[in-house]
């Protein structure tokens, strides 16, 4: 079983910065690819990014903007959020896949947090 936490997240004004924290249990965090997901209300939840062992995978829309890091001796994972947009408004959720397929759907993270909200003013 792995538990997720995440924090880190609040209202900031268009243009701000915002760091989300993952922190996670298990003792194989390192093995795990991890990811980040938003969802909007009355939208589905998407893909933003995910770490591997050795590489970082982002979605259009946050590209440039954003950045995925983990630290494995802390087996915590951060979203680096730059320069927000109203449109970045959503629930924030890391998620674990532990068999590193399929990382930009939802459909392959096996475990998940339980969120963290995002609101960016205009």
């Known amino acids: 079983q792995v538990q997720l936490v995440e924090s880190g997240g609040g209202l900031v004004q268009a243009g701000g910065s915002l760091r989300l924290s993952c922190a996670t249990s298990?003792?194989?965090?390192?093995?795990?690819?991890m990811g980040w997901f938003r969802q909007a209300p009355g939208k589905e939840r998407e893909f933003v990014a995910a770490?591997?062992?050795?590489?970082?995978y982002y979605a259009d829309s946050v590209k440039g903007r954003f950045t995925i890091s983990r630290d494995n001796t802390k087996n915590t994972v951060y979203l680096q959020m730059n320069s927000l947009k109203f449109e970045d408004t959503a629930v924030y959720y890391c998620?674990?896949?532990?068999?590193?397929?399929?990382?930009?759907?939802?459909?392959?993270?096996?475990?998940w947090g339980q969120g963290t909200q995002v609101t960016v003013s205009s």
């Open positions: 998620a674990a896949n532990t068999r590193n397929l399929g990382i930009d759907s939802k459909t392959f993270y096996d475990y």
């Open positions: 298990g003792r194989t965090f390192r093995n795990y690819a």
């Open positions: 770490s591997g062992s050795n590489y970082r």
